[in-house]
Structures are given as C-alpha cells and as structure tokens.
C-alpha cells in the first residue's frame, strides 16, 4: 500500500524559501500522478501544483507560478516542492498526494486524489 510523508516545513520570514519533500514507501511515486495542496485554518483545501507520473508534465497555481517549482526524484522515490517569496497568507498544512486515476498529466483538483500524507506545517512569520 502506497504511504507518503511530507517534510521539510517550518517557520520562515515573509519572502523566505521552503522545500518540501514527499517521500513514498510500498509503491513507485512514477506510477501516480502527484499533487500539493494547502489548507489554512478555516478555509478549505486547495491545491497548489502538480506533476504527472512520467513527471514531463506540470501546473502550478496561478498565485504561485513562478515563485514555487514541482519536481521529482524518481531515485529517490521523492517528489518536491520549492516554494520561493512565500507571503504570510500561504502559511498553511501543506499536504502531498498520489492519484491513481489520472491518467497522461495532472490535475489540481483536490478530488482527483485518493492517497494522502498527513501534511506539514507551513508557517510564514516576522
């Protein structure tokens, strides 16, 4: 059974830089499409950016294009994700996510995805 674990989360200042980290145990990430979301307190889960299980394809939130970077470690059996300039408003528990339903690419949609790590948390703070 596929299990996924984020980490690399933490405090940092307004414009700082995070990289989180989505490890898998009991399958390959390469057979799923992968997804990050963020959930603040009070609003609803939200997904951030995604990458496809060959990993030649990826979206990004509009809010976040050019700031955060989606990749893979296929050795590594890790997916990352680079969040540069983050704002206070994106403190959040960032979650990664594997869907086995998509097929060619990816999606951002939260509902794609049927296998969940337990989430990080972001802060973002003076």
């Known amino acids: 059974q596929l299990q996924l674990a984020e980490s690399g989360g933490g405090l940092v200042q307004p414009g700082g830089s995070l990289r989180l980290s989505c490890a898998a145990s009991g399958h390959t990430l390469g057979e799923y499409a992968i997804g990050w979301s963020r959930q603040a307190p009070g609003k609803n889960r939200e997904g951030v950016a995604c990458?496809?299980?060959?990993?030649?394809?990826?979206y990004l939130r509009s809010s976040v294009n050019g700031r955060f970077r989606i990749d893979r470690d296929a050795a590594k059996n890790t997916v990352y994700l680079q969040m540069n300039k983050l704002e206070p408003a994106e403190a959040a528990v960032y979650h990664c996510a594997a869907s086995s339903t998509i097929g060619n690419g990816c999606m951002l949609g939260v509902e794609w995805y049927d296998a969940w790590g337990p989430g990080n948390q972001v802060t973002v703070s003076s």
């Open positions: 990458i496809s299980a060959d990993g030649s394809d990826t």
